[in-house]
């Protein structure tokens, strides 16, 4: 299977916008899908087929894609979007993957 | 509500083994492929094993091949990952995820159960 490469932190004042890239050979042929998760609680999903907000996900949060790169975005990001995020991709033998995570501080 | 509950976590000694089972519950079990996936303390999110809803496609990652094994009773709308010849490194919370239909996405998670291994 292959890698996904995320930074290991980005930092972003409240209101400011906050941009969480993910790296991997094989994204210009498969979806990447993109997770929240808060201390001691499960991931969530936030974004999936590169782009797509589940329902219930608030409209700050957006993705794209572009070559052999996927990058969440948060406009606009409140305190309570402090979290860690991954991003997570497959590969064409059925096996998933995850990328190392990247934490998200709010100043 | 949809729900996965997981259970069956634990202290176990380094070569010995664990069951883990997730219980689902308010929606067709029967409809979805199932995975679990594991995060260390402190560490980040490791896929483990994935199940076909009908049980014809089964994969796992490299780490856990040959001493783990997931399997399900969609009678019993449960999920299980049986857990062999445990290691240090497999000390994880384990979570089991649901997968969205023709997505490689997981949309519903269990809250996690917790395995220790140490002597």
């Known amino acids: 299977s292959y890698e996904l490469t995320q930074p290991p932190s980005v930092s972003v004042s409240p209101g400011q916008t906050a941009r969480i890239t993910c790296s991997g050979d094989?994204?210009?042929?498969?979806?990447a899908y993109w997770y929240q998760q808060k201390p001691g609680q499960a991931p969530v999903l936030v974004i999936y087929?590169?782009?797509e907000r589940p329902s219930g996900i608030p409209e700050r949060f957006s993705g794209s894609s572009s070559g052999t790169t996927v990058t969440l975005t948060i406009s606009g990001v409140q305190a309570e979007d402090e979290a860690d995020y991954y991003c997570?991709?497959?590969?064409?033998?059925?096996?998933?993957?995850f990328g190392g995570g990247t934490k998200l501080t709010v100043l | 509500e949809v729900q996965l509950v997981e259970s069956g976590g634990g202290l176990v000694k380094p070569g010995g083994s664990l069951r883990l089972s997730c219980a689902a519950s308010?929606?067709?079990?029967?409809?979805?492929?199932m995975n679990w996936v594991r995060q260390a303390p402190g560490k980040g999110l490791e896929w483990v094993s994935s199940?076909?809803?009908?049980?014809?496609?089964?994969y796992y990652a490299d780490s856990v091949k040959g001493r783990f094994t997931i399997s399900r009773d969609n009678a019993k709308n449960s999920l299980y990952l049986q857990m062999n010849s445990l290691r240090a490194e497999d000390t994880a919370v384990y979570y089991c995820?649901?997968?969205?239909?023709?997505?490689?996405?997981?949309?519903?998670w269990g809250q996690g159960t917790m395995v220790t291994v140490s002597s």
């Open positions: 087929k590169d782009s």
């Open positions: 995820a649901r997968k969205v239909v023709a997505e490689d996405a997981f949309d519903i």
């Open positions: 997570q991709s497959a590969d064409s033998s059925g096996s998933v993957v």
């Open positions: 199940i076909s809803s009908s049980s014809s496609y089964i």
């Open positions: 308010g929606f067709t079990f029967s409809s979805y492929s």
């Open positions: 094989a994204l210009p042929k498969q979806y």
